[in-house]
């Protein structure tokens, strides 16, 4: 027995027609062409895959089943029926003991697709990642259960979504300002510097945004960029543990350690650092507590006994503001200022401002269409 | 009824002796610690998570069960019969009517882990990943299907590493040589370069070898490095549409583009560059076919006829004769080598040959503990 | 003649004596030990380089000095009085005709420091790059002018920063906000997009937040953040050339580019997105014309009649309002608006927002104490 | 007096012509239009800047001498009497009394070209950078002195290159290649680890070569292939103390360290790695000593006595056999291994011989055409 299944569009059932007219077919053929419905349709409509497509009259599917009907084929009359038309012509021909039926196979049950089967509740998934800031799988992405359109209605600013996804918490107006000013004087530090200079070099290699930006960040860490978070850390460890500004000083020095936060190339004693008496009024005026700031100056003072270049410089201002942020916001408890300020947060928020900086940089030589840089030999000692 | 199921080490369950024995606790207790089989062991043997360590005699289980029930409490004499006390004293206090029993919740079924369902054929989990070069679930991983410890075993070289993992068969002996000879001409190239000279500023910022090298590769592109894998492209291009080597060079120069692979700073026609000479002669040796590398000879023949200094250099050698290696060796299809030059392999080439000048740079300017660097002010044109 | 320079500390002088004494050495002996001021500090104090510290009387330079003149060596009442010393020792050596005299060598001049000989106009040398963003040579550094004590005084906001160092302008505040609110709508999108997933990998590496970020920063590209800047190239290019939406669309088809900006997973015509509405409210509200959006209204109306979920997404608004931003704030000459388009500012803008996210995430994988990530073998398709 | 000096092409100098005949200019006029050895060539002929193109006759210098002569204007025979025509035309002036001379003021000397002034040994300049691994300066560039045609010749290979660049001297070649057989055995190790992981992502992202490869170079650190450098440290420290296995075994577990190298996953006493065994034995017949690695084998004889899986992994027998190639070499001093050590090359190695592996995914996914990798949200647990 012969099954076959046709679709309107196409002519190949036309040779089975003309296979069966010839008599060149010696087995029962059970046929249905499908797609019958497509009279309903004012024009021509795609049903299944490409290429099956009604075309004229002769292809359509009416056409080839009464075709096939007339060739000797059985024909049903309609999807339904077809069905039963194959059962009883088998049955005739096992009737007719032209074939010997064999017993039936149990087919194997389908798998279930994973995702119906774990909201059913018979399997369970392990999941690999975990994570708390943000949830994209509704209407609109969610930063720590805030809605993005929220936080346009609410007159949201920069600092408060860092303060969102950051600390997963929304700080008052004044600490994410703070955030803010920070990034803003963070954002560049000229051509020179490290990171600045390698995005220039990559940018001018005719890289994309990303690569030339990606290869200033890398230069990042310890000695460039590194001062802030070393400075929180090391004002917030002096001053829990109750040392005098002597101490603390002369602490880091029988250990070989500069005091970050302290020392400025130009600025000195009666030639303050504009930013940081700017940073220290905001705090003053916004802050509930400044201790830490407090203490910072305290060791600048005894520091200035010393040089007269030893002032509080930007970063020690703002790693020192940051721990009042944190510990005088009342929004976090002791641990978790401990794992801030261990994980590293400041390096983030320079990380971020140093961004907006070195894509400004690499906009900049994009602009003047800088050649590729290459280092002067001049400039290297070549030696052994 | 209180159910306590104690564990040996530590003291806690003799608070409820005690209270038992005061008097305060009036609900029946069944109650039994486990770990009675430390009794077993030659010394101290550590049970369950951490704390739950045998201590003294009286911290044993035994001595917990014997005082639980010295103080009233209905003891087990085995775990196993820990259920059956429980059953018990339930059933006692319902049949005393000082509990009314609810009737059992069937507990939903536990669901099937993922691993097991899909083993038995329950599930199916579509996969989100292809992979096709490298296997790493079997005893020791595979490299296109050959295992590591037949690669020792043969005397595999890098090359024929590289011809698995790239190419995904084995290539002939001369072909993996020719790469590795690539990979050494290629390694590095000074100090000056953008690449050597972001990792060089990106290791004396204190970072890390990853980063350092990073931040060198990435300046890896169109004006760096690019020249190879475009001279390929090119000569092919002009090579299979039967350009004559005035037809390619004067439209090139229409195009206002630079032949990639022609030209060197200092090398010329009386002047010519061992390197170039070298690959040829390895080349003329052993490939069975130079026929794009004679093409880039023609193509040097016409543009020293324009100027002196226009020599087919290392670039170009190179370019041409992997084209050589790809169609000369007749392991590769002709869709396979237009995939090949079109992804740009020589690309990776390049990039992998670099990282041994960049590790290398890195680990020197460690060695010799530079610091970190900034740019010179002199050298910048400070402009708008 | 010897003549020897000592130092006080350490006693290798008194060999010098001991051989004096024994005869062993013929030529005259002039010697000085320097450091006699030693004596007048209260206690030990350091001179030169590390070693040469005064230790007991035997060390002390006097008494290397006394020692060495009595065993024969001439040695002056002074360290001034060491060069005529030396002088009359060796005229007296030349008067006996032990020794020749050599004529004098006039010794080379001392080449002056280069920035000495710039500054005094000798010397030119050329700069191997120029920048025009940001100035850090003076008391505080200035973006596009602005000295950063003035960002803060002024009440600048994060965007005002980015218009100074990406337009090197000062953008009206509705410019300035409206790229904040871009900032934040883009700032993250949960942890299963390519860029959060790669840097919650890295960051389960135990790597820092520098690689880590940079990690996820590396996936942003045509695939992954691109639309927005294509949205912006595309309605740009069509509304420039005057195409109706119909011929955009269509033209789009026929070269089988999907339209950026058009289509959303959720979203439909009968349930707008909230965010593309608030946009085009703050547009409305602040922005002296909005073409470019209307444009992009326009062909939302077109691609609805085709299908119901084919409205204006986020990424559409934000490229078109950018559009809108550059051409009605009068600040910007069409040339400047090209290549600002070209150059792909917005592709900067989201890169800048995501790393937020990013770096949110790397800290929310540190705080919750994540291992390595391997990627579940029943995942991947291992296949040839 | 007006002084012009004018150039072929373009016809600005006829506007001159047209103003003295009309008798608008009252001043003497000395002119000049350079390039008339045009009409020495053939066909047109570029002189000087874009636009001075020489054109029709019209145009050409010698026609526009002409026409300034014939209104009137002093022109000279040639640009070489153009000084003595225009002191002639000044002095008459002078002597009329149309001008009173000025004195003559000296010319500030122009700078000298730094390049010029270094050579000359007039001024210095400090190098900011200092290299000690390769030089680009000559002919060739040479590694650690070694010109890379010398490479080729003697038929070096990559170990020697990375044994040149990496540690400035020609190791002997069982040394190189043992270096040959780390790189093979770290090249790849399947999809599933992280920098694979990361590639694959970056790749799919659509991203270029050099971004897929180190977005996965930056997983790389103390989790993942940081166990062979740490094996390399961990086991010097403890046989340079002349600790016994047990006493260094049980001092890692009472820091809470795992020991690295040692433990597999499926790998037993009974079912040794394969690939550990082909390191030992190419040791032995090629190593002067294997004094760390035969401390290694206790070491795992006394883990082993622990339990059955505690056996020494590839990590460690290339750790071990590290220290093993430095010491017995010969070639390397007390202090100069240390500093190996210290700074990590083995880590280079592990980043080298890992990135033809994350190269040939590369590679993988763009011949698979796969689409933008986005984690299943399935896989996720979101959480606060």
New interface residues.
């Given amino acids: 027995m012969i099954v076959v299944l046709g679709e309107l569009g196409g002519r190949d059932e036309y040779s089975l027609v003309e296979a069966l007219k010839e008599g060149k077919i010696h087995k029962p053929v059970v046929a249905w062409v499908s797609g019958t419905c497509a009279r309903l349709f004012k024009s021509e409509v795609q049903f299944g895959h490409a290429g099956a497509k009604s075309g004229g009259e002769l292809e359509s599917a009416q056409a080839k089943n009464q075709a096939l009907k007339e060739a000797g084929a059985v024909v049903p009359t309609s999807y339904e029926a077809f069905e039963t038309a194959i059962k009883e012509t088998f049955d005739k021909l096992a009737e007719e003991g032209k074939i010997t039926p064999v017993p039936d196979i149990k087919p194997?049950?389908i798998?279930?697709?994973?995702?119906i089967?774990?909201k059913s509740?018979?399997?369970?998934?392990?999941?690999?990642?975990?994570?708390?800031?943000?949830?994209?799988?509704g209407?609109?992405?969610c930063?720590a259960g805030v809605p993005?359109?929220t936080?346009?209605?609410r007159g949201?600013?920069?600092?408060?979504?860092?303060s969102l996804?950051?600390f997963?918490r929304s700080l008052p107006r004044y600490c994410t300002q703070f955030i803010?000013?920070c990034?803003?004087?963070c954002?560049?530090?000229?051509?020179?510097?490290?990171g600045a200079?390698?995005t220039?070099?990559?940018a001018?290699?005719?890289?994309?945004?990303?690569?030339?930006?990606?290869?200033?960040?890398?230069?990042?860490?310890?000695?460039?960029g590194g001062a802030i978070d070393d400075a929180a850390r090391y004002f917030k460890d002096a001053y829990d543990r109750g040392l005098s500004p002597y101490e603390f000083v002369e602490g880091m020095k029988r250990k070989g350690i500069r005091v970050p936060g302290i020392g400025h190339r130009?600025?000195s004693r009666d030639n303050r650092?504009?930013?940081v008496q700017?940073?220290q009024q905001?705090a003053h005026n916004h802050f509930p507590s400044v201790k830490y700031m407090e203490y910072a100056v305290q060791v600048e003072n005894y520091t200035l006994s010393k040089a007269n270049n030893l002032v509080l410089n930007v970063d020690g201002a703002i790693g020192s503001l940051f721990l009042d942020l944190l510990s005088g916001s009342g929004m976090f408890t002791k641990p978790e200022i401990d794992?801030i300020v261990d994980?590293?947060?400041l390096?983030?928020l320079f990380?971020?401002a140093r961004?907006?900086?070195l894509?400004?940089?690499?906009?900049?030589q994009?602009?003047?269409k800088?050649?590729?840089?290459?280092?002067?030999?001049?400039?290297?000692?070549?030696?052994?």
């Fill in positions: 194997p049950a798998p279930e697709d994973l995702s089967a774990i509740g018979k399997v369970r998934a392990p999941t690999h990642i975990i994570s708390t800031i943000s949830d994209d799988r209407d609109e992405p930063y993005m359109s936080i346009i209605e949201f600013n920069v600092g408060d979504v860092i996804l950051w997963k803010e000013i990034v803003m004087l954002a560049d530090h000229g051509p020179c510097v490290s200079h390698n220039i070099v990559t001018r290699a005719g890289k994309d945004l990303v690569s030339s930006l990606v290869s200033g960040l890398l230069t990042i860490g310890p000695r460039f130009i600025k650092d504009k930013r700017l940073l905001y794992e994980i590293g947060y390096n983030g990380v971020l961004s907006i900086g894509i400004g940089h690499t906009f900049d994009k602009r003047l800088q050649p590729l840089y290459r280092h002067p030999w001049e400039d290297v000692l070549y030696t052994k």
